[in-house]
């Protein structure tokens, strides 16, 4: 099944590759827009949302589960920027600030409400199975790495979601979680030691 | 610890875990449009802070008011050049004016302390009008007042 985390949008966060004069620019252009929005710029602000939305989606869905609980988080995230606008630092990135506000509404809200079914592996991830057998070995497979999942702190969790799912580096990560990028690498490394736990009785790390 | 690299195969069994994120699912049009509603408030106080903050700054910009404007380096030389003044104006008078004969005759000595109204009298003559015109002008020129008080 082909991933369709949608590319980030000229002006989203991290380096874009190309020239470093391309990547300067980027960022010159995207601190321009933060500082409309700062004067209350509404094209400004819709232009940052269409550059942004996409990419706080999949790490919204990430962290909720459920689309309706993402978009939630996206559009009160979006919202939070305006009312933090004042705090944010001219000249830094704007994405690891915009994540850090979104990811911790997220953790905020999964801690608040009730888990629904999250747990449920909807009909989207399974694959074509060329017999019960080994119908029966992905699925167990898959249960025993989506547990080791729920049950690593929400840390450890959101660190590999953002770094192994969503492609942000670690000084990112860090700047989002607001924690070191030694503590970012080590919050990986420990995770990363379950869920390969988890896998290991099935062998190939590599699923079918 | 050197585990900070992508790894592809567990990225690849963790989506098998998790469902993908359904952007097709999204009607983006309607986020933003929502979004802009929402937005509207929020955005409309930025603006308000912001030509608030303008308008502070037009405020505090101008020229700070006439009492708290730096001095010229003249003015501080009037202060003692003021009362040098007047002393050698007294001065001079005490000496070259010769002093009425006392009403009873003999030789007229000078009084130590001269009488309030005297020495107002002396003040005046000795301060020339140019030099009262420097001390008014705040920025009194040093050269002018000194010129002024000795008459070149």
Redesign the interface.
Known sequence: ?T????APAPVASGPPAGPRGGEDAAAADEAALVER??????AA??AL??AY??RA??VA??LM?Q?ED??DL??ES??AV??K?HTFQAGRAFAPWFFRILVNRGLNARKSRTLRSVDE??E??A?ALASPERDAE?AE???G??AA?RALPDRQATV?RL???E?FS?PEIAEILGISE?T???H??EA?KT??GA?APFGN???P | MSDHSPDAALAAALRRTEPEPPLHEVDWDAMRARLAARAELPLARLRADARHAGARAEVEAPAPPLAARPRAGGSRALRWLVPLAAAAGMGGLLLGRPLPPPPGGGTAVPSAQPAPAEVQAILDATIPDRVDVAIDREEADEEAVISASIGS
Do not use: K, N
């Open positions: 099944m991933r369709t985390v949608a929005v700062r004067l209350g710029d509404a602000f819709d949302v269409t939305m996409r989606f999949s869905y990430r589960g689309r993402a978009e996206v559009q979006f919202l305006l009312e606008i592996i909807p989207s991830a694959s992905r497979l898959r249960d790495l989506a999942m590999v770094f192994d799912m492609g670690s030694g970012v690498r080590w990986l490394h990363r869920l390969r896998l790390r590599s699923t």
